[in-house]
């Protein structure tokens, strides 16, 4: 099966620029999670949605950042504006079990890397 | 809270030596456990993960890692190293929960010498 997708894979833009990332997840794929990976560190989650709903998007700094899951299916992430600190890899993963299941498993796609000058 | 520490931010190993990369975890409920290997310019993939039943838990291209209550560990295990293995690996934790999520240790840069 094709894996999740992710575009661009890489970004440079200068602060106070908007930016968005695309993310299709693997076919049938409930759960969708976009991480921030900063250089040197572990992902940290952003947002996790299933099907078009959101589950937790507590560490979102919603002041900048949104997230969209059309249709429960794509989904889109958006800076705005973007500051320094932002530069990171933006990975995007799907689930098809919940973490109630001995199958539960993230997939993850390749990453956007976005460079903010 | 959970939160998992990876002992060691870089380990280097020579080819067909033993690989240990070290993992402790903190977690008030019964872990689900996991190791993820991400080679440069790609995401991540999972090796293996411990959710119930055996303890010592086999993954992907060789690798193991034995759950350790008493000791709060998941340390993942090679018995001989390859070229290939050169990559970061990270150590993360979730719980049985249907809102949990997995947090992330900040990785282990694992190099391969000659």
């Known amino acids: 099966e094709a894996g999740v997708a992710q575009s661009p894979r890489y970004k440079i833009i200068e602060k106070r620029q908007s930016v968005a990332f695309w993310c299709n997840p693997i076919?049938?794929?409930?759960?969708l999670y976009w991480y921030q990976q900063i250089l040197g560190q572990g992902p940290k989650l952003l947002i996790q949605f299933q099907n078009n709903g959101v589950v937790d998007d507590s560490q979102l700094p919603k002041d900048r950042f949104s997230a969209e899951r059309l249709k429960g299916v794509d989904s889109t992430l958006k800076i705005q504006p973007a500051k320094l600190e932002d530069s990171a890899v933006y990975l995007c993963?799907?689930?098809?079990?919940?973490?109630?299941?001995?199958?539960?498993?993230?997939?993850f796609g390749p990453g956007t890397r976005l460079t903010v000058t | 809270a959970q939160s998992v520490t990876q002992l060691g931010s870089h380990v280097s190993v020579s080819e067909g030596a033993l690989v240990l990369l070290r993992c402790n975890y903190s977690?008030?409920?019964?872990?689900?456990l996991f190791w993820y290997v991400q080679y440069p310019n790609q995401g991540l993939q999972l090796l293996l993960k411990y959710t119930t039943g055996a303890t010592l838990v086999k993954g992907i291209n060789g690798f193991e890692a034995e759950f350790k209550k008493s000791e709060t560990s998941f340390h993942l295990t090679k018995p001989s190293a390859h070229m290939s293995d050169a990559a970061e690996y990270f150590c993360?934790?979730?719980?049985?929960?249907?809102?949990?999520?997995?947090?992330f240790g900040s990785g282990t840069r694992l190099s391969i010498r000659p």
């Open positions: 993963a799907s689930s098809r079990f919940g973490p109630r299941s001995s199958s539960y498993e993230q997939y």
């Open positions: 993360a934790v979730s719980r049985y929960s249907s809102a949990s999520k997995i947090i």
């Open positions: 977690s008030s409920v019964p872990p689900y």
């Open positions: 076919s049938g794929h409930a759960t």
